[in-house]
């Protein structure tokens, strides 16, 4: 069984620009969530992809949007980068049957914006 | 809108102690209760899940229980080891099945 991959690692990019972050869900799983994590934060929630459809909406700006595809593999886009959009990205996959969604990570993608 | 506590915010003992984690939310209508634990710059790690009808969870060393009427959560780490040392998180999903996190407690075991 393969865990939840993310892509790339580290990234830095400058104030304006654009960024893909990439997941791969859990073998099985068709939910994938998105969180953001700042420095000494907990995550906060940015959406929710459940079979390709947005399934819920954090506190964040249209400039985050997010795909789900075919396989339940999923991209985070971000747009017009912000020096406080730096954080490190989560991304969960879950099974969801109702109550018992259980949430698994990967391993996150650190971003700086410089 | 639901908020989670943690307390406290950080902690260190000597190692071979039992120590307890606390977490609070302000919504008792939950489906679920995870504790994670998170190494400096990586990833989350699920320890345990508590669904919402369930006390508790043993897990090894790790016990974790549930009051869903009084919104607490604690996890309990038994002879505790260097290697337990990292920031456990507690996070708390609802309908929306987003989870909501506390901020952690980061964990220091000295040798």
């Known amino acids: 069984e393969t865990g939840v991959t993310q892509s790339p690692t580290h990234l830095i990019k400058t104030r304006g620009q654009q960024v893909t972050l990439r997941c791969s869900s859990q073998?099985?799983?068709?939910?994938v969530s998105w969180y953001q994590q700042a420095l000494g934060q907990g995550p906060q929630f940015i959406f929710q992809?459940?079979?390709?459809?947005?399934?819920g909406r954090g506190n964040f700006p249209p400039r985050f949007s997010g795909l789900q595809f075919p396989n339940y593999s999923s991209e985070l886009n971000v747009n017009a980068l912000e020096l406080d959009d730096s954080a490190l990205y989560l991304c969960?996959?879950?099974?969801?049957?109702?109550?018992?969604?259980?949430?698994?990570f990967g391993p996150g993608t650190r971003l700086t914006v410089l | 809108k639901q908020e989670v506590t943690q307390i406290p915010a950080a902690l260190s003992v000597p190692e071979g102690e039992n120590l307890v984690l606390n977490c609070s939310f302000t919504?008792?209508?939950?489906?679920?209760l995870q504790w994670f634990r998170q190494d400096p710059g990586k990833g989350l790690t699920s320890l345990l899940l508590?669904?919402?009808?369930?006390r508790e969870q043993t897990s090894g060393r790790l016990n974790a229980s549930l009051d869903k009427s009084s919104g607490r959560s604690t996890l309990y780490i038994a002879a505790s080891q260097p290697g337990d040392s990292a920031t456990y998180l507690c996070?708390?999903?609802?309908?929306?099945?987003?989870?909501?996190f506390g901020s952690g407690t980061q964990l220091t075991v000295l040798p």
């Open positions: 992809y459940y079979r390709e459809e947005e399934n």
């Open positions: 969960a996959s879950s099974l969801d049957t109702g109550r018992n969604n259980e949430q698994f």
């Open positions: 996070a708390v999903s609802g309908s929306a099945r987003q989870l909501t």
């Open positions: 073998s099985g799983h068709n939910t």
């Open positions: 919504d008792s209508a939950i489906y679920n």
């Open positions: 508590i669904q919402s009808s369930q």
